[in-house]
Nanobody
Framework: QEQLVESGGGLVQAGGSLRLSCAAS????????IGWFRQAPGKERDFVAV????????YYADSVKGRFTISRDNARNTVYLQMNSLKSEDTAVYYC???????????????????WGQGTQVTVSS
């Protein structure tokens, strides 16, 4: 059973940067697509970014495009989310999630993912 652990969250001023990490246990990490989602208080869990198992395909939510970058290091079993030019509306708990290899493109839908991390809080002060 794969397990995911997020880290790197914290408090940052608007315009600042953070890099989140999603570390995976298990031997089959390179066969999973990894997505990042976020959930603000009282709101639904929203898609942020996803990268295919090979790293060749990535998608972003319109709200973060040009500011966030997803990357993965399969040798380290880790996916990163570099977040620049942070805004107060980026404040949320950020979750990484894994989806076992399929023939479908990487998904932006939370229900498609097979396992989740516990989340890391990101707070952006204005």
């Amino acid at each position: 059973q794969e397990q995911l652990v997020e880290s790197g969250g914290g408090l940052v001023q608007a315009g600042g940067s953070l890099r989140l990490s999603c570390a995976a246990s298990g031997r089959t990490f390179s066969s999973y697509a990894i997505g990042w989602f976020r959930q603000a208080p009282g709101k639904e869990r929203d898609f942020v970014a996803v990268m295919s198992f090979s790293g060749g395909i990535s998608y972003y939510a319109d709200s973060v495009k040009g500011r966030f970058t997803i990357s993965r290091d399969n040798a380290r079993n880790t996916v990163y989310l570099q977040m620049n030019s942070l805004k107060s509306e980026d404040t949320a708990v950020y979750y990484c999630a894994g989806r076992r290899r399929t023939f479908s493109p990487p998904s932006k839908i939370a229900a498609d993912y097979d396992f989740w991390g516990q989340g890391t809080q990101v707070t952006v002060s204005s």
